[in-house]
């Protein structure tokens, strides 16, 4: 059933901003840039006039909001210190440059699609790409005129960029073993594929009041995070013994940091493209619009109660009530991010590795493409923990494939440290960041691997350059939230500000964020080894980081 159309009843005396309650008109910038044209419609501009007469043609409305829609940002202008982020006006913090989002729903890759991502780079974006803890990836450098050829690259191997950023459904996250984990509960990539060419660049979900988060996974370590998106399909053995979807809503990192709470609902296979388009129809038509700030779908839900949410998307979106059914059976410790080498259901191997914080330039996509397609392999993904995984390596390739990624300094069997960093993208390239992240988690790994050879716990280290946590600070062992410090000699300097304890799992929590606990970023690694030292001398028999 296709989600109802926002009802235009008499206005209140006061609201959010909700389309279903009368609110429909623009409530503030970003709304009346969507009212006055859908950010869908910028496409055929960049195709027409953009690209043929250079940046300066670009209308501000289209450059610093519809862009989005089609996964492109202006980067920041070089050499703006962190100190200058907030006071500075949009346009003194743009560079001629975009960063370009590249989606990848399911983290899916051919050879043929890596091996295009990585041409775009070295081609247009001065061999930069960084994979993303969302299954993206992202390139830099990239230039207005070359945005049309670019598309037709990607759209020639069956990939875009649309509605890769901006008031859109995001990316659908799916587990990068989907279909061939020897524990998945059910593969969703058929689900993933039809929300995806049903609704992706429709007008339907085109002006929704924020971004809108997805994943849909049958992985039995529940690697895609469910408990964080704004909408979660997490796999589950339902009441009749088939599998199906155990459903969350609301879920959210950055300010206010929600856990996605449960419905309680059993929804079929065949359902979930209904399921999720009601939600995200619930999101678009009772979804606050007034305060930019409170547009997320967590603050409906907050507001209204998992009950209440089920019963609308029930009665005014399905028309079907869903069954009651089992939550989801997590375990104690999983690990969720398939680095190594593990067995396929199908005889055959997959093989997850790492490179440092998720960065790995044109030309290594191209080497890891070269790779896999030597080993055999036409499949390679990516994962929600910036990392790769090539799928259908035969057993005795295991070996070859092992040694030669890691010739290439992609580990197979890294350290805990490199294995579990991340970093946003920081200074470099992001206009909201205050300090820099990416050189700054791939030094911490290499200082840490030396500092501390055989640390024997797994431990995550998120990297934000902001706070905002587009790294998951807030669910990190030890989260860093980039700001200006006080250092020794009383001068502003970048550093970071640390959460501790934060964990996703049977026991999730948000990373405590003790006060004067703040570090330098020249400090940084001094003090990542105390914190770690400490644990190490003070734990008790059994105990994990997380505990
Ligand atoms: Fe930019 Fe902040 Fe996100 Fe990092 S966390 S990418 S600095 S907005």
Not at 230 to 250: H, I, R, S, Y
Not at 308 to 320: D, H, I, Q, S
């Amino acid at each position: 059933m296709p989600p109802t159309t926002a009802s235009t009843g008499s206005r209140p005396r006061r609201g959010e901003g909700q389309w279903a309650l009368g609110y429909r008109e623009p409530l503030n910038k970003n709304e009346e840039n969507k009212k006055n044209d859908d950010g869908l419609n910028v496409q055929q501009r960049i195709i027409d006039i953009y690209s043929k007469a250079g940046f300066d043609s670009i209308d501000p409305a289209d450059l610093r909001g519809r862009f989005r829609w089609l996964g492109l940002y202006t980067q920041r202008a070089p050499g703006i210190e962190g100190g200058k982020t907030a006071v500075l006006e949009p346009e003194e913090l743009d560079d001629r440059y975009f960063m370009l989002r590249v989606r990848i729903d399911g983290g899916q890759l051919s050879v043929a699609q890596l091996r295009a991502i990585a041409d775009i780079s070295t081609t247009y974006a001065r061999d930069t790409a960084d994979i993303t803890d969302r299954q993206n990836v992202q390139l830099h450098w990239i230039r207005i005129e070359d945005v049309p050829a670019i598309w037709e690259k990607l759209e020639a191997v069956g990939l875009s960029t649309m509605e890769a950023c901006g008031d859109t459904p995001r990316v659908i996250m799916g587990c990068p073993v989907a279909g061939v984990d020897e524990n998945e509960i059910i593969d969703a990539t058929p689900q993933i594929r039809q929300i995806h060419d049903e609704y992706i660049g429709s007008p339907l979900f085109s002006n929704l009041p924020r971004k809108f988060k997805t994943t849909i996974s049958g992985c039995s370590a529940f690697c895609t995070n469910h408990e964080i998106d704004d909408v979660a399909l997490a796999g589950v053995v339902g009441p009749d013994g088939a599998p199906g979807f155990d459903l969350f809503v609301g879920g959210g990192l950055s300010t206010n940091p929600m856990f996605a709470q449960r419905l309680g609902a059993f929804v079929r296979p065949d359902q979930v493209s209904d399921v999720w388009a009601g939600v995200a129809g619930i999101f678009r038509d009772y979804g606050y619009r007034r305060l930019r700030h409170r547009a997320r779908i967590k603050f409906l839900i907050k507001d209204w109660g998992a009950a209440k949410f089920r019963e609308v998307l029930e009665k005014e979106y399905l028309g079907y009530a869903l069954p009651d059914g089992p939550e989801i059976d997590m375990r104690e410790g999983q690990q969720r991010d398939h680095i190594g080498v593990h067995r396929q259901r199908d005889g055959r191997n997959y093989v997850g590795f790492a490179a440092r914080v998720g960065r790995i330039p044109g030309t290594g996509l191209a080497r890891i493409a070269d790779i896999a397609e030597e080993h055999g392999s036409d499949r390679i993904r990516t994962t929600a923990d910036q990392k790769l995984v090539i799928l259908d390596v035969a057993d005795d390739r295991v070996d070859s494939i092992v040694s030669t990624l890691e010739a290439e300094d992609l580990r197979v069997r890294p350290s805990v440290f490199r294995r579990q960093t991340m970093a946003c993208t920081g200074i470099e390239f992001c206009k909201l960041a205050i300090v820099e992240t990416k050189d700054r988690g791939a030094e911490l790994i290499d200082e840490l691997e030396r500092r501390l050879p055989d640390f024997p716990e797994p431990v995550t280290i998120n990297l934000n350059g902001c706070p905002n946590s587009c790294a998951r600070i807030q669910v990190a062992d030890i989260g860093l939230k980039g700001q200006l410090v006080t250092d020794a000699d009383g001068d502003q300097v970048e550093g970071f500000q640390v959460h501790l304890g934060g964990g996703m799992g049977l026991n999730p929590a948000f990373g405590r964020k003790v006060r004067g606990l703040k570090t330098t970023a020249a400090e940084l690694p001094d003090y990542v080894e105390r914190v770690l030292r400490r644990f190490l001398e003070q734990k008790d028999e059994g105990e994990t980081f997380a505990a």
